[in-house]
Structures are given as structure tokens and as C-alpha cells.
């Protein structure tokens, strides 16, 4: 009886809708960094700093400037690959995601349109996950009339969200229940993030003299941070468990099929094969 070696076929690599050169990488990083400062100055500035002093006023700044880094963003990432085959594919699923995010609209975070956020951005990259993201925050903004200053915040924290679900591990190997699991728990846990960091974006519009939960200019930074916790389990808790538990349901129930979808329509779209026209013969 003789043994003979099985080798297992190379996995195929996952073509990506967008690859994130040098300067898209930068673009990036320089917008998550004005983001991070967008939604956490009430923690970064100290209290005798003229942003406290300006408190309802801040969150205005900050948006005018993330729309115009967000737009840089996408320019950067077009430059890198941003074919005309991956924007039919951009519109089809922001306008998908714009259409899912009504439904359920003010029942108890009941939004479906984070679990296709998630697995968009599994299937077709981190780039594509954040213009995905930005993309469709905004058109859902204009379907839905909520347009305001709270807009250029959702447009980066939704980028974040499904570019983050683009850098998991495993977009080659890993396959089943194991890759399922893995899209539920961050689709649970960012959910989570997603409705905190929004927080962060409204809460400095309240007056400290309205509720004892507000944002107070003129406290410390430890009095902020546990007005701001008592904020989070006051108003949302309830709505970022709805939203992380149907996008858990919806990943293991819809994931499979929604899954092989995006990765035929990828392989289709052969995303990384350049296209050529022969010329024509007489």
C-alpha cells in the first residue's frame, strides 16, 4: 500500500475593486487623523483653549473640513484604480445600501444596510470599502433629508467601518462559518464603535446647562469622559445593540449567498485585468 502526497491547490488571490497606492494610503491616513480629531477634540483641547470656548461651533469647523479632505480622498483613490467597471459597481451597492438604510428607520436600530457595508467591504477591498462607506452615507443623507453638520461625520465613521472590515485577516483563505463568524463579530463590535464615535460628533452641540450629561467646555477632561459615558447609556445603548445584533443576524443568514454574489460579480469583472482594444483589420 503505497502513500501518496496530496497537496492542496494555491488558494486564488481576491482581486480588489481598488488598490491603495502610496499617496491613496496618505490621503487616508491624513483624513482618519483630522477625523479622529473632529470627533475627540472635546477630550484633546483643554479647557482654556478658544475650540471650548467655541463649543457650539466646533462641530461646524470640523465638518467643513472633513468634506473637503473626504473629497481629496476620493480623488486620491480614483487616481489609484477606480475603473469605470468598479464605479458601476460603487453605484450599484451605494445605491443598494442608500435604499436598505430607511427601512426600519426609528425602530430600535433595526438598519440592514451595515451587514452589506461589512461584507462589500471584505469582498472588494479597504479603498472600496471606504468610498463604499462615504458614498453611501451620503447618498442615503439625500434620500432621507439628513443632511446637516452630523453628515461629513457619518460619511467618515461609515468609511471606516467597512474599510475596517477590508483589512481583516484572511480575504484569500479563509471560507465557511469561520469567515462568517469572524464578519459577525466585527460587524457586531464596530456597530458599537460606529454609534460611540457618532456620539462624540452630536454630543458637544448639547448645553451643559440643558442636561448634566452634556458636554461642559469649562470641565475637566475625566468629568467630560463620564458625562459622555452616561450620555451613551442614556440615548443610544439600546439603538447600537439593535443595530449590532441584526447586522450579526443578517451576516449568517444572508452572508453565504450575498458573499458568492460579490465575489462572481468580481471575478466578472476581472477589476485588475487592463482592458485592450485590438485594432481594427481591413
Avoid at 478658544?50 to 473637503?68: E, K
Avoid at 479632505?69 to 445605491?95: D, F, R, T
Wanted: aromatic share 10%; with cysteine; net charge positive.
Amino acid at each position: 500500500m503505497s502513500l501518496q502526497a496530496t497537496t492542496r491547490p494555491p488558494a486564488q488571490r481576491q482581486a480588489r475593486a481598488v488598490r491603495l497606492g502610496p499617496r491613496s494610503v496618505a490621503a487616508l491616513a491624513l483624513v482618519s487623523a483630522v477625523g479622529v480629531a473632529g470627533f475627540g477634540w472635546p477630550f484633546l483641547a483643554p479647557p482654556t483653549s478658544r475650540l471650548s470656548a467655541h463649543a457650539q461651533d466646533a462641530p461646524w469647523l470640523f465638518a467643513g473640513v472633513l468634506v473637503l479632505l473626504v473629497a481629496v480622498v476620493g480623488a486620491a483613490i480614483s487616481e489609484s484604480g477606480l475603473g469605470p467597471k468598479a464605479v458601476a459597481m460603487l453605484g450599484v451597492l451605494a445605491a443598494t445600501g442608500a435604499a436598505l438604510r430607511p427601512v426600519g428607520a426609528g425602530t430600535a436600530g433595526i438598519e440592514p444596510m451595515f451587514f452589506l457595508m461589512v461584507l462589500s467591504g471584505r469582498v472588494l477591498g479597504p479603498g472600496f470599502g471606504f468610498v463604499l462607506g462615504s458614498v453611501t452615507m451620503f447618498a442615503s443623507a439625500l434620500l432621507t433629508g439628513g443632511v446637516g453638520p452630523w453628515l461629513p461625520f457619518q460619511m467618515l465613521a461609515m468609511g471606516w467601518f467597512a474599510m475596517g472590515a477590508g483589512l481583516l485577516p484572511g480575504p484569500d483563505r479563509l471560507r465557511g462559518r469561520a469567515e462568517l463568524a469572524m464578519l459577525a463579530g466585527y460587524g457586531f463590535l464596530a456597530a458599537f464603535a460606529y454609534g460611540t464615535v457618532m456620539n462624540m460628533a452630536g454630543w458637544p452641540f448639547m448645553s451643559a446647562l440643558a442636561s448634566n450629561v452634556a458636554f461642559d467646555p469649562h470641565a475637566p477632561v475625566a468629568a467630560n469622559l463620564a458625562r459622555f459615558l452616561a450620555y451613551c447609556l442614556a440615548t443610544s445603548l439600546g439603538w447600537d445593540l439593535g443595530r449590532a445584533v441584526v447586522t450579526v443576524v443578517l451576516t449568517f443568514i444572508l452572508g453565504p449567498a450575498v458573499l458568492r454574489a460579490l465575489r462572481r460579480a468580481t471575478r466578472r469583472a476581472a477589476f485588475e485585468t487592463p482592458v485592450t482594444f485590438d485594432a481594427a483589420q481591413k
